[in-house]
């Protein structure tokens, strides 16, 4: 009877073991399954939020470009009129200067073609003198002859 007992419950937990194998490697498929599909979900996911900040980094340089680009245009328009307007005061001071040139240049010949006819003048009475002085000899040497 102990003999027949004993295998018994030998045969009995052969059994209980083979299913516990049994359920333990249910169990352990049902866990890898559950597992490749968290990673695969984990995967979709990580791909999506990749492709969300691939697409956020390209919305954001795209803005980033187009406020560079308008930042450049208002810079380039101000640069423009900061040129036009140094261009006009830079034209104003020329034709200022220039006039006043041309007005120095008007008195300093006026100077000049008085001083020239005081000295033409002068050079005439020198002349006129010399000649006189020139006439007086002559005449002194036909007298003396």
Do not use: P
């Not at 599909?37 to 795209?62: F, V």
């Not at 050079?123 to 002194?140: E, F, W």
Request: cysteine-free.
């Amino acid at each position: 009877v102990v003999l027949y007992e004993s295998q018994r419950l030998g045969n009995f937990l052969q059994g209980e073991i083979h299913r516990s194998e049994k359920s333990i490697r249910g169990d352990m498929a049902a866990m890898e399954k559950s597992l490749r599909a968290d990673m695969a979900a984990g995967d979709a996911a990580l791909r999506e939020a990749i492709i969300a900040g691939d697409t956020s980094i390209r919305a954001d340089m795209a803005a980033m470009e187009k406020s560079l680009r308008a930042d450049m245009a208002a810079m380039e328009k101000s640069i423009r009129a900061d040129m036009a307007s140094l261009e006009k005061s830079l034209r104003a001071d020329m034709a200022s200067l220039e006039k006043s040139i041309r007005a120095d240049m008007a008195a300093m010949e006026k100077s000049l073609r008085a001083e020239m006819a005081a000295n033409t003048r002068l050079l005439l009475t020198v002349m006129v003198s010399l000649h006189g002085i020139t006439l007086a000899a002559v005449a002194a040497m036909v007298r003396f002859w």
